[in-house]
């Protein structure tokens, strides 16, 4: 028995929100189209999972198709406003995301068994499931469009300074390899240098 506390881990996507569409349910000729949206309590339970400030807006729309005798294909397009932190000064920096996602969910694939997998070549192939939770594409497919590093409009990176007490300091200008050279270049061009 351990004496350690058991930490907490984070929610799976599929208690955030969930949309399943039992595939054996779906007409086997046709598209089945969708359109899903997030309401405002869903939408902060997905931000704090994401470890962001806020989503103002998210959906999924588009349509699952059959393919074949046993697989299928969604298509769709993922349509959020997310607010993150300014990567600079932490001000909130709103962005309008627009991705399109695609999944095929293969009845013959296989999920590896092996300890080290490497990644096949197209990614939007899955096993198929009984299931699908088009709210958990939408979860995933919205975590992997956040930027990564957000910024605020007019945000800069101010310019370091390293030196020693007493020393003149050190810029980032200073630090460039070739920093020196158009100098050293323009003396040695005049006749200026030293021998």
Known sequence: MS?????????APE?????PMRLAELPARKPTRFDIKADAPTRAAIAEWAGIVGIENLGL???????????????????????QECVITLA????????????????????PKAEEVEMPEDDSAEPLPAVVDLAV??????ELALPLYPRAEGAEIESA????????PMTDDDL????????????????????
């Open 92 to 111: 909130p920096v709103s962005t309008d995301l627009r991705e399109e996602v695609t999944r095929r969910y293969l009845a013959d694939m296989e999920m």
């Open 61 to 83: 729309k588009g349509e699952l198709s059959p393919r074949g005798r046993s697989d299928w294909d969604l298509r769709a397009t993922l349509t959020a406003r997310v607010v």
């Open 137 to 142: 594409v939408a979860i995933e497919a919205l």
């Open 3 to 11: 004496t350690h506390p058991t930490e907490e881990l984070p929610p």
């Open 15 to 19: 208690e955030l929100w969930s949309a």
């Open 161 to 168: 300074q390293v030196t020693e007490p007493g020393a003149e």
């Open 176 to 195: 460039k390899p070739f920093a020196n050279l158009r100098d050293l270049l323009a003396k040695r061009d005049s006749g200026d240098t030293q021998e």
